[in-house]
């Protein structure tokens, strides 16, 4: 549960039109309003192409909102910045670069010591349990292991905000199980403010303190769900189980109204 319940990041009236004005335009958020506390874990949900990842590269402040205003710490959101670190859909490791290097990524350019850079860097290599395996470049890793890296780089900078984009979406149902079980540990030791996108309802549910539905495109918040279980969660629990039941039926129905099925 969130510790504080100081407002991180508002969404108001926040609309998204691509290419507005061109043949090739796209509409595809109409208008979201939400408010997103310090330090709570927030599933976006939805059917495909409804906009989760446009919403959150909007928060990453790697796209700009059409109208609507969107707000970090109350400040509107101009461009990308260290207190965000985000972990995209498909994995995007430096290949040329060792586990150790691409976790220092971002120290380096922000000139840190060596010492801070190995301590740092140590820290999170044995948070993600890839001990071991800090000189190996990532064609070497599994699908599991790159992803790992790809979220300790992320975390590095030490981002008051975590984005992650399907981040569990190319992995098998065991390593996700596991990076699952991960995440729900490193948010209760961190309390960083996630936004997690996932098609998976099994997933939100287990992560987060509340799950947004977005509604087909152009997409509006159709239905927020709080999640008001302890941990550890487990999917065979009687209030898990009827939980799931109502956001998947409220998902199956926006995906009905999908415009592009
Ligand atoms: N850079 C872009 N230029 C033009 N249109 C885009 C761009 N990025 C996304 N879109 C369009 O905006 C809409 C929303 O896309 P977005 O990727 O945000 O959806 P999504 O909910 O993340 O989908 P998925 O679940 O399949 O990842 C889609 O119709 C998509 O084609
Ligand atoms: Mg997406």
């Known amino acids: 549960m969130p510790e504080t319940n ?6 108001e009236g926040v609309r998204k039109i691509y290419n507005e004005g061109l043949t ?7 208008d979201v309003t939400l408010k ?10 939805g059917p495909s192409g409804c906009g989760k990842s446009t919403f959150l590269y909007m928060v990453g402040g790697f796209e700009q909102v059409t109208a609507g205003s969107l707000t970090l710490d109350h400040k509107p959101i101009k461009g990308p910045g260290s207190n965000r670190g985000i972990v995209f859909q498909e994995y995007v490791l430096f290949p040329w670069r060792t586990v150790f290097n691409n976790i220092a990524y971002g120290l380096h350019l922000r000139n840190e010591s060596k010492q801070q850079i190995d301590e740092k860097v140590s820290r999170l290599v044995t948070m993600i349990g890839l001990e071991g395996f800090e000189e190996q470049y990532p064609h070497s890793l599994s699908g599991g292991m790159q992803q790992r890296v790809a979220i300790a780089r992320a975390m590095a900078y ?33 309390a960083k403010t996630t936004l997690f996108v996932t098609h998976s309802v099994e997933e939100a549910i287990l992560l987060s303190d509340r799950v947004f539905l977005f509604s087909a495109r152009p997409s509006r918040i159709k239905k927020i769900f709080d999640i008001d279980l302890p941990y550890p969660r487990s999917v065979t629990d009687d209030a898990f189980i ?15 109204n999908d415009i592009d099925h």
Do not use: C
């Not at 090739?24 to 109409?30: F, G, K, P, Q």
């Not at 098998?172 to 490193?186: F, G, K, W």
């Not at 009827?242 to 009905?256: M, R």
């Open 6 to 11: 100081q407002v991180k990041i508002e969404a």
């Open 242 to 256: 009827d939980i799931q039941k109502l956001v998947l039926n409220e998902l199956s129905e926006e995906v009905g």
């Open 36 to 45: 997103i506390r310090d330090g709570e874990f927030v599933a976006l949900l």
């Open 158 to 190: 030490d981002p008051d905000v975590l984005l992650m984009d399907e981040p569990f979406g190319a992995l098998d149902a065991q390593t996700r199980s596991l990076m699952i079980q991960d995440l729900a540990r490193v948010h209760r030791e961190t």
């Open 24 to 30: 090739n335009e796209v509409d595809a958020i109409a």
